[in-house]
Structure formats: structure tokens, C-alpha cells
């Protein structure tokens, strides 16, 4: 079994920053792909950025050339690094880890950007 724990979320006001964290414990042998998911009131839950265990990188478009995520794969952590922030950013973050048998998910943190 493996936990994801997140942290880093917060109140900010727009155009602040705010860096996400989330660790993965358990028995891992290889994480294929980590990333963040974010779910506002009343709405579905989406991608917001994606790494894979080389590197690779995949963004939603809304976070291009704001939002910059990046992996320790020695230390099976996943950051988030959000800038320029905006009210619609507003929800609550969920890490993910895809390893080769099953999907995990976080307990979800918290950003909320106020205008």
C-alpha cells in the first residue's frame, strides 16, 4: 500500500506564490507518473500537471508558463510550484502517483487565491 501526503497549500492573495508538496510512503518500487489534480466547488476534477519518472512533463493549459511541477524520485516526492496565482485557481489540490499495479491519491490540500 502506498500514502500520499500532501502539503504547502494555503490563502494568498493574486499574483502570489505558493510550492506544493507531496511524499510517497510505502512499498514502492517505481513510480511511473506523479501529478496534480485540483477540484473547485461544483466542478469536476482535472489535470493540472503531470511528471513522469523521467521527466517528462505534461501541463494543462490554464497553468502553462505559470505553474512548474517537478520530482525527487530518490526521495518519491512530487512540488508543485504555482506563480502568478488567480482566483480560478482556487481549489483543493490532489496528488497522484501511478505505479505499475494501482493509483493512489492524496487527502487533498487546500489553495485558496483571493482577488
Known amino acids: 500500500h502506498v500514502q500520499l501526503v500532501e502539503s504547502g497549500g494555503g490563502l494568498v492573495l493574486a499574483g502570489g506564490s505558493l510550492r506544493l508538496s507531496c511524499a510517497a510512503s510505502?512499498?514502492?518500487?517505481?513510480?511511473?507518473?506523479m501529478g496534480w489534480y485540483r477540484q473547485a466547488p461544483g466542478k469536476k476534477r482535472e489535470l493540472v500537471a503531470t511528471?513522469?519518472?523521467?521527466?517528462?512533463?505534461n501541463y494543462a493549459d490554464s497553468v502553462k508558463d505559470r505553474f512548474t511541477i517537478s520530482r525527487d524520485n530518490a526521495k518519491n516526492t512530487v512540488y508543485l510550484q504555482m506563480n502568478s496565482l488567480k482566483p480560478e485557481d482556487t481549489a483543493v489540490y490532489y496528488c497522484?502517483?501511478?505505479?505499475?499495479?494501482?493509483?493512489?491519491w492524496g487527502q487533498g490540500t487546500q489553495v485558496t487565491v483571493s482577488s
Open positions: 497522484n502517483a501511478e505505479l505499475n499495479v494501482a493509483r493512489y
Open positions: 510505502g512499498t514502492i518500487f517505481i513510480i511511473n507518473v
Open positions: 511528471v513522469t519518472n523521467i521527466g517528462s512533463t
